[in-house]
């Protein structure tokens, strides 16, 4: 067995290339307001955002057990990434908040009954996702053993 800051750093790895996999398919998707495809492509991203800020987090030594306490609380997640050292890129904290209005108590992008208003722009989603995967894909890789 694997010791528990091995095992995270490792994790971190595993975590890191889910979520650039996650932001690829966003990106393949291009979706725009008025899309059939706009809820599952934003789910996309915001589960990207999710993945990022724990491969941060499973880099600094946060265990796999910890993590899965954050649940998919991205808000959750980003406080504990900046707790951690994280320097929070430009609109992170807007999609953040954006993701938990949606993925709140009701999941919206989940499951039907909302409408989606003012979703950011895929470039901006993008700019946003690719920030945080690039910031943090050094320390990542670098703490891989």
Same mark, same amino acid.
């Given at each position: 067995?694997? *010791?528990? !800051?091995? !095992?995270?750093?490792?994790?971190?790895?595993?975590?890191?290339?889910?979520?650039? !996999?996650?932001?690829?398919?966003?990106? @393949?998707?291009?979706?725009?307001?008025?899309?059939?495809? =706009?809820?599952?492509?934003?789910?996309?991203?915001?589960?990207?955002?999710?993945?990022?800020?724990?491969?941060?987090?499973?880099?600094?030594?946060?265990?796999?057990?910890?993590?899965?306490? =954050?649940?998919?609380? @991205?808000?959750?997640?980003?406080?504990?990434?900046?707790?951690?050292?994280?320097?929070? *890129?430009?609109?992170?904290?807007?999609?953040?908040?954006?993701?938990?209005?949606?993925?709140?108590?009701?999941?919206?992008?989940?499951? *039907?009954? !909302?409408?989606?208003?003012?979703? *950011?722009?895929?470039?901006?989603?993008?700019?946003? =996702?690719?920030?945080?995967?690039?910031?943090? %894909?050094? =320390?990542? %890789?670098?703490?891989?053993?």
């Amino acid at each position: 067995m694997l *010791p528990a !800051e091995t !095992e995270s750093h490792l994790y971190a790895g595993r975590l890191w290339t889910r979520a650039k !996999e996650y932001r690829d398919a966003f990106a @393949a998707l291009n979706v725009s307001e008025g899309s059939s495809l =706009i809820f599952p492509a934003y789910h996309l991203l915001c589960h990207s955002t999710e993945l990022g800020l724990k491969a941060y987090l499973a880099a600094n030594g946060t265990t796999v057990d910890q993590l899965h306490h =954050i649940g998919h609380d @991205a808000s959750r997640a980003l406080k504990a990434a900046e707790r951690a050292g994280l320097t929070a *890129p430009a609109g992170l904290k807007d999609l953040v908040r954006w993701s938990k209005a949606l993925n709140g108590r009701r999941h919206s992008l989940r499951y *039907p009954g !909302e409408v989606l208003v003012n979703v *950011p722009h895929t470039d901006e989603g993008l700019a946003v =996702i690719d920030g945080l995967l690039n910031e943090i %894909q050094a =320390i990542v %890789q670098g703490r891989n053993l």
